[in-house]
């Protein structure tokens, strides 16, 4: 699927509303990204069909499902979509086998599946749990049932409202992988709410930031997570999210060479094929700045930039926005350093990246 989503939604509660005018790639993760009363889980519901918006137009796949100007409202049984909430209400009677067929039968009545489901319950790693009833099973292994049911219907677009937002640490520990495995593999959008920072660094490829109801930043994820009007760059968890590929490894030292447009870095060796492509995150704290390329120093990655932006907090820090190649890099350093290093927009330096994580 390639046709973009078109959402423009306008939704007045008195106390608070919606107004928002996106289009969404046709394919990939785009994530729906704020703090608690953005607005994130009512654009889904109306994307959804499940709240209905004084005024809106929402296209899906080239299809028109709501358009408010001709009075057209597409109500949510009607819409080919799969919705997975953010406890997997499965029903406890039935088996998983019997949980995801009962998905099929709902189909049958109304258009054949294009949904491999075999191949889904194998990317969701459920094969072994068919025979159990949901309470033999875990919290994460509930939720990788519920996708997959809503994977059986063969949807036009996966809706995901916070899945693991009621899961421990250990458990999205365990089910992240599945959905980041699983949305490459898919050939349907997703649109997926979180308030989680790691969340969006592991599974966005589009990221929308609302706020107040509105849409405050989206784009790409590598750009949009590299702007410095966005809220996420002065946090501490702020990052930016690399797309890398496996150029060699370097056994004698454990580590593994990856590269992008504009140069390479050194990671802790990394079990992949060379060539095989690698999503990478690099934490704004774990970036120093230097105007002379350090001639004696045990950080490996140091890497010539150019800065294009530069932010000050009333905390003491800045926060510098660095152009490595085709990638954006983000730099927390006090202000006190900002000033005697005297930075400034369009100042050749050196970034020192003294930690990354690899996301997948």
């Known amino acids: 699927m390639t046709s973009p989503i078109l959402a423009r939604f306008q939704l007045d509660y008195g106390s608070f509303k919606l107004a928002v005018d996106l289009t969404l790639p046709g394919s990939g993760v785009s994530v729906l990204f704020g703090h608690s009363g953005s607005g994130k889980t009512t654009l889904l519901r109306c994307i959804a069909g499940l709240q209905q918006a004084q005024q809106g137009f ?36 039935l088996t998983v086998a019997g949980n995801l067929q009962f998905g099929l039968k709902r189909l049958a009545k109304t258009e054949s599946s294009v949904i491999d489901l075999q191949n889904i319950i194998e990317l969701l790693g459920i094969a072994h749990l068919l025979q159990r009833k949901p309470d033999r099973l875990s919290g994460g292994e509930r939720q990788r ?14 809706l ?139 950080i490996l990655n140091v890497l010539p930039a150019i800065i294009t932006g530069l932010s000050d907090e009333r905390n003491g820090q800045s926060v510098v926005r660095l152009q490595i190649g085709n990638q954006v890099l983000l730099a927390h350093i006090t202000r006190k350093s900002a000033v005697l290093l005297g930075l400034h927009v369009g100042m050749a330096v050196y970034a020192q990246i003294k930690g990354t994580s690899i996301l997948n």
């Open 58 to 93: 929402l296209e899906i796949n080239g299809n028109i499902w709501q358009d408010s100007g001709q009075k057209l409202f597409l109500p949510t049984y009607k819409r080919p979509l799969g919705y997975v909430f953010q406890e997997a209400n499965l029903f406890p009677h």
């Open 160 to 298: 995901m409202d916070e899945p693991l937002a009621s899961l421990d640490s250990k458990r999205k520990l365990e089910i992240l992988p599945f959905l980041s495995n699983l949305h490459q593999q898919l050939k349907i959008p997703v649109v997926y709410v979180t308030h989680s920072q790691q969340e969006v660094a592991q599974l966005a490829d589009h990221l929308v930031v609302l706020a107040d109801g509105q849409v405050v930043a989206e784009g790409p994820v590598s750009e949009t997570l590299g702007r410095l009007d966005v809220p996420l760059a002065n946090e501490r968890e702020a990052a930016t999210v690399w797309p890398v590929t496996v150029l060699a490894h370097e056994a004698q030292y454990h580590l593994t060479q990856v590269g992008f447009v504009g140069g390479s870095l050194s990671l802790p060796i990394i079990e992949a094929e060379i060539g095989t492509p690698l999503r990478l995150q690099i934490y704004a704290r774990d970036v120093s700045i230097a105007l002379v390329a350090p001639v004696a120093t045990s």
């Open 145 to 158: 049932v519920a996708i997959a049911r809503a994977l059986a219907l063969s949807p036009q677009v996966l």
